[in-house]
Antibody
Framework: QVQLQQSGPGLVKPSQTLSLTCAIS??????????WDWIRQSPSRGLEWLGR?????????DYAVSVKSRATINPDTSKNQFSLQLNSVTPEDTAVYYC??????????WGQGTLVTVSS | EIVMTQSPATLSVSPGERATLSCRAS??????LVWYQQKPGQAPRHLIY???TRATGIPARFSGSGSGTEFTLTISSLQSEDFAVYYC?????????FGQGTKVEIK
């Protein structure tokens, strides 16, 4: 059974960097059949896919246009986890952030969610 | 990107009745469509993928249909645990995109 455990602060100041980590059990971040994604959810934007990392002989990353210039997703094979960094945050980045595994485009396992509030 | 539009925004249904939820894609998604259920305080859970295939452990009262741009999720006889928000998501064209959700509430 795949489990995803998220960690990271729930409060970030404007202009600073949001950092979240997703620890994987029951699968490998190096899997050649899955992607490891970040999704956020807010009342104003609904469910918004942010980006992903995946390994197909080498590592790849894809990002949503809305966050491409500010987001970085990194795998950590030594700890079997992946992370999201979103810099220069504003109150518009306030949301519940989820990590998720995708298999063939289907998000079949999700983390528990982290409410991140951007406020001074 | 493909825009997914769900209707209605809210559906009021009595327990035991049938619920029919719609999802429309701005361009063809073929049958690459997932339905998720989300309860308060929880992450979404996938119910149906490939437009009509139930995920493991999903009761038979949930069924999906459609292809191309029009999709439907039907819950044949609503149980108390089915009152939740339902989202569709296409995985035909990258980036994958979600609908805005339909809330199924008790009438």
């Amino acid at each position: 059974q795949v489990q995803l455990q998220q960690s990271g602060p729930g409060l970030v100041k404007p202009s600073q960097t949001l950092s979240l980590t997703c620890a994987i059990s029951g699968d490998s971040v190096s899997s050649n059949s899955a992607t490891w994604d970040w999704i956020r959810q807010s009342p104003s934007r609904g469910l918004e896919w942010l980006g992903r990392t995946y390994c197909r002989s080498k590592w790849y990353n894809d990002y949503a246009v809305s966050v491409k210039s500010r987001a970085t997703i990194n795998p950590d094979t030594s700890k079997n986890q992946f992370s999201l960094q979103l810099n220069s945050v504003t109150p518009e980045d306030t949301a519940v952030y989820y990590c998720a595994r995708a298999a063939r485009g289907i998000f079949d396992y999700w983390g528990q969610g982290t409410l991140v509030t951007v406020s001074s | 990107e493909i825009v997914m539009t769900q209707s209605p925004a809210t559906l009021s249904v009595s327990p035991g009745e049938r619920a029919t939820l719609s999802c429309r894609a701005s361009q063809s998604a073929n049958n690459n469509l997932v339905w998720y259920q989300q309860k308060p305080g929880q992450a979404p859970r996938h119910l149906i993928y490939g437009a009509s295939t139930r995920a493991t452990g999903i009761p038979a009262r949930f069924s999906g249909s459609g292809s191309g741009t029009e999709f439907t999720l039907t819950i044949s006889s609503l149980q108390s645990e089915d009152f939740a928000v339902y989202y569709c998501q296409q995985y035909n064209n990258w980036p994958w995109t979600f609908g805005q959700g339909t809330k199924v509430e008790i009438k």
